[in-house]
């Protein structure tokens, strides 16, 4: 289901309080496929910094936003409700808080620490508490986060599906470049290994290029999937503004400590009618009602912001940019992710860079059950995005006039 974008209006958050950003990989709500599923896409996963930025001087205070209640809500009342202090919204800097729940690494168990997850009492906002420091957030990335395919039967036939369900992320992004008619480079921030643009440049006779802040990332979509790609922040990207026909970004600003940064970045490269096409979880989704701390979404602590689609279109609008319309489904994310939050331990590629040992045939089982699961779990994400309550939201934006 696409919808059009809300034409309420709201006091724009202003993100960007912890400075600039720290390189992240889009591992969230399933970006994945192994055999059938990976948590993360390899054309999707932004790279982990390898010296991330610690110096970088904080924003001036900012003036806090009257509260969002059109977003939704997780309908836990006041329950566990903490007052923290101290850490400051990224969106609005106000420091009073509600505790959601507790959460660790689920996913690939790289710490053994407990974190909160909590929202704004202010602006709504949900968010990691506390956020750890770049180094911090360095060691809960696996190396080798990203799918990288081998010459095996098992790998071909994971390609080939990986493929399949990145589909309907083209039909979305060719729609946008075709109605935005400018002459410039596709460029997918967070580009991973490369596939997106791999298959984007094979559809359509368009210049792409892929960036990426890791270098082994970027080694991969250029040798792999013959994508140019450059290996550097958004920020500082070796690219001349008004260079872009659009700027894609997959499952990227919830790493980020300051995803107006990026969104900043991207309006200067765009041309003057071109489009910003991006992905995050939804925090206003059914899964995460219903699931709580286990929803992978929120993919603990990996991801410090949760946004719900208001919270999406305020930071839009206060970086420069109109929402053009939205989806709430994604055949690659959406019952992969449910899966994943259902069975952690079965996720292909967790297992993978968890190095679980298993036997072939074990190996075979675990992943024909997850398959299993992601097909049992297509029926409800349908449903749920057909109500606009999908569990990944995917914008279409351009610059404001």
């Known amino acids: ?40 896409d390899v054309a999707q996963a932004p790279g982990i910094p390898a010296a991330p930025p610690l110096d970088a001087a ?4 900012l003036a806090p936003a009257p509260p969002d209640h059109s977003a939704g809500d997780l309908g836990t009342g006041d329950v566990n409700a903490a007052a923290v202090t101290g850490d400051a919204c990224p969106a609005c800097g106000n420091t009073e808080v509600r505790t959601l729940f507790s959460a660790t690494d689920r996913l690939y168990q790289t710490t053994d620490k407990t974190f909160l997850i909590v929202e704004c009492r202010n602006c709504r906002l949900i968010r990691l508490y506390p956020q750890p420091s770049p180094r911090e957030l360095r ?20 390609q080939w599906y990986r493929r399949f369900v990145m589909r309907d992320h083209l039909h979305f992004v060719e729609r946008a470049v075709r109605e935005a008619d400018e002459q410039g480079i596709v460029l997918d921030v967070g580009c ?13 006779k368009v210049k792409v290029a892929g960036l990426d802040f890791s270098l082994d990332a970027a ?10 790609t450059i290996c550097a922040t958004l920020s500082r990207a070796p690219l001349a503004p008004e260079s872009c026909a659009a700027v894609t970004m997959f499952h990227v600003l919830e790493h980020l400590y300051d995803p107006a940064s990026y ?3 991207a309006r200067e490269l765009l041309r003057p009618d071109g489009r910003l096409i991006l992905q995050v979880p939804n925090a206003a989704c059914w899964q995460f009602l219903l699931l709580g701390e286990r929803w992978n979404g929120i993919d603990v602590p990996r991801h410090l912001i949760n946004f719900r689609l208001s919270d999406i279109e305020n930071l839009l609008s206060h970086c420069g940019f109109e929402v053009l319309r939205y989806k709430h489904f994604s055949l690659r994310d959406n019952p992969a992710g449910m899966a994943t939050s ?11 860079l968890r190095h679980v040992e298993e036997t072939p045939r074990q190996r075979l089982w675990k992943d024909l059950f997850y398959v299993a699961l992601v097909g049992a779990s297509l029926p409800f994400t349908i449903l749920e995005a057909a109500c606009r309550a999908g569990s990944t939201i995917m914008v279409e934006a351009r610059k404001k006039s």
């Open 219 to 228: 080694n991969a979509a250029w040798r792999r999937a013959g994508v140019p």
């Open 342 to 352: 259902l069975a952690p331990m079965l996720d292909p590629m967790a297992r993978r």
């Open 1 to 40: 289901p696409v919808g059009r974008a809300s034409e309420q209006g709201r006091t724009a958050p202003l993100f960007g309080t912890n400075g600039e950003m720290v390189g992240g990989h889009g591992a969230v709500n399933g970006n994945h496929l192994s055999a059938a599923l990976d948590p993360v």
């Open 192 to 204: 991973g290994g490369g596939l997106f643009l791999q298959m984007l440049s094979e559809r359509q």
């Open 263 to 265: 969104l900043e970045s």
């Open 139 to 158: 060691d809960y990335y696996p190396p080798d986060y990203w799918f990288v395919p081998q010459t095996s039967a098992a790998d071909r036939l994971e």
């Open 58 to 61: 904080p924003d001036p205070p």
